[in-house]
Structures are given as structure tokens and as C-alpha cells.
């Protein structure tokens, strides 16, 4: 149990230091990294989204032998001595892209250490505010060096819920009708524009709740592993796409109920 440990410390360390690269290189990037390369129907992809998933992908892959799950290239594999069973790293190296295209400050690098379908690790970097948010699922989870914990919360009408809608969102009457119904529960709702940030959110009890639909897994890795590691819960169930899921955590007092 103690060699795990140290094995995770150490490459929550690796991933500290990707995501600060990652982010020093967005904070400082020149203007045409923010030039739009394609746009989506709901979503559009910079050249920045690139070149710092360039960054975190050389830093990991120099550190270990582990695929790599990224939102641009997708599965990368590192070396043969990889087995399926092994675990992956899963990138977003710019969660918010259509936010920072803009500079609306609500966007982040995040990186995860998965097994299966279970978060090993994961760190969420605000390049934006300095802020770095580090942990181990089922451990602890930290804000800049500093134990944090979800909310106390434990009435949803009292609760704030982070949210959004994916580019893989439903938009038909009924599917917003039943996402309406279950939200307008809360005391509040939130839309940040980045799944990573509001997790983060969560694990350190700013926000009590988030949700999403068909939301892409590497937007959410790194954070469930913070919810793990801060005393919180999380459901996942497969979305209607590859590496899509629907998304609940929360405090341990409403994930009772609302799980």
C-alpha cells in the first residue's frame, strides 16, 4: 500500500508540472495561438488547444509508459509494454477553449490518472488565477498546497449546482424539459463554460453539486479524482458517444439523496 502511495505522489508530481507548463504557455501565448482552427456547432478548436496538449503529452509520456487519452489527438500509445489494464492518463490541456478564445477567465488545464473506469489522480490548473488544484481519489485533495473539502451542504434548495451543455448535448423538448426540472431544484445554477473548474469547485466547497450530459471524459477525469480525494461522491454512467458519460458529484450529504 505504501509503494502505491509513493508511486501516486509521484506522478501527481508529473502532473503538477505538466499542467503548470501547459498553463505558463497559454497565460503568455502569442496572439495568433488563440486563432480559431475549426469551428463546431457548439464548440471551436484553437491552435492553442494544440500546442499546449503538445506540451503535457512530451512531459508525460517522457515520465512514464502509459497511454494518454487527449481531446485532440485521442489515444496515444506510449510504449508495447502497455497492457489494457494498465493505467492512462486522460488530458485536457484547455478546458474552457471557447472562453479563453474570448478571454472570459474561466478555463484550465487538467490532467488525469485513470484505471478502467475509476480516477487514480488528477490535477485541475487555473492558469488564469494561479490557482492549482491537486489530488488522489480516496485520499486527499488540495488548493495550492492546502487540504480542501466538499461542502457541508445538505439541502439541495440550499445547494449550488455547476453545470452546462456539452457539444454532445440534446437539445430536444423533452431532454430539456427533464434537465430543467431536476436543476430548478437548486438554489442556484451555474454555467462556467469548464467541466474541470467545476468540479474543482465543487471539491473545495465553492459550489455543492455539478451535472452534465454526454460530457466528453476528458473533461471530467482530473476532477472526479478531486471530488474522490475531498470526501465527495460521483456517478457515472456511459453517454450516447465514445468516451462520452453523464456526470453527478457531490457532497456526500445531497449525493444521499440525489445519487
Request: hydrophobic share 35%; aromatic share 8%.
Amino acid at each position: 500500500m505504501e509503494e502505491l502511495q509513493n508511486k501516486l505522489n509521484n506522478f501527481l508530481e508529473i502532473a503538477e508540472y505538466a499542467a503548470r507548463e501547459a498553463g505558463q504557455f497559454l497565460v503568455n501565448c502569442p496572439t495568433e495561438s488563440r486563432f480559431v482552427e475549426k469551428h463546431l456547432r457548439r464548440d471551436s478548436k484553437l491552435l492553442a488547444d494544440r500546442e499546449s496538449e503538445n506540451i503535457i503529452v512530451d512531459i508525460l509520456s517522457s515520465q512514464s509508459d502509459y497511454s494518454i487519452l487527449t481531446e485532440e489527438t485521442g489515444l496515444v500509445k506510449q510504449s508495447s509494454k502497455s497492457a489494457s489494464n494498465d493505467p492512462f492518463w486522460v488530458v485536457d490541456p484547455l478546458d474552457g477553449s471557447v472562453n479563453f478564445s474570448r478571454e472570459i477567465p474561466m478555463c484550465c488545464t487538467s490532467i488525469g490518472l485513470w484505471s478502467g473506469n475509476n480516477p487514480l489522480l488528477g490535477v485541475v490548473y487555473d492558469f488564469n488565477r494561479g490557482e492549482i488544484f491537486s489530488g488522489i481519489a480516496n485520499s486527499n485533495s488540495t488548493l495550492d498546497g492546502k487540504r480542501i473539502e466538499v461542502s457541508e451542504t445538505s439541502n439541495i434548495e440550499d445547494a449550488i449546482l455547476c453545470t452546462g451543455f456539452p457539444v454532445n448535448t440534446d437539445f430536444s423538448t423533452r431532454s430539456l424539459s427533464d434537465f430543467v426540472q431536476h436543476v430548478s431544484d437548486y438554489k442556484k445554477v451555474r454555467l462556467m463554460g469548464s467541466a474541470a473548474l467545476s468540479l474543482a469547485y465543487v471539491a473545495c466547497g465553492r459550489v455543492d453539486s455539478y451535472i452534465e450530459e454526454d460530457i466528453m471524459l476528458w473533461d471530467v477525469a482530473a476532477g472526479l479524482a478531486l471530488i474522490l480525494g475531498a470526501g465527495g461522491r460521483f456517478s457515472l454512467s456511459s453517454g450516447r458517444h465514445k468516451w462520452s458519460y453523464k456526470v453527478y458529484a457531490s457532497n456526500k450529504n445531497i449525493a444521499e439523496k440525489d445519487l
